[in-house]
């Protein structure tokens, strides 16, 4: 194994402290969701996570309630699936990355 994708950002973090655990230190993990808890990881210097896609609950959240008064005005969705761009995070990047505790 050379590397890790994990579903989400606690299970990378999870799996990197299992790795640390057992003195391994030649993987690369990456994940999905851009927490709070993954910019501390990112921002260490040390960690094997090496990035994250950003989902935005802001975003996701502000999409939800614009389609739902949609849909209670009687407007259907042009398309069944929205897909919203997620953004790779990385140590290089954490600096321009606007996470979950951003103010809005």
Avoid: C, H
């Avoid at 739902?68 to 790779?88: F, S």
């Avoid at 606007?98 to 809005?104: D, L, N, P, V, Y």
């Amino acid at each position: 194994i050379d590397a890790v994708f994990a579903i989400n950002d606690p299970t990378a973090i999870g799996a990197q402290l299992a790795a640390k655990q057992l003195n391994r230190s030649e993987f690369i993990f990456t994940a999905v969701d851009g927490a709070p808890d993954i910019e501390k990881e990112l921002s260490s210097g040390t960690s094997m996570i090496k990035a994250s896609a950003s989902q935005d609950p802001y975003v996701m959240a502000g999409q939800s309630l614009t389609m739902a008064a949609e849909l209670l005005a009687g407007k259907k969705p042009a398309e069944p699936t929205v897909l919203l761009d997620p953004k790779l995070i990385t140590a290089e990047n954490l600096k321009d990355y606007k996470g979950w505790t951003a103010a809005r």
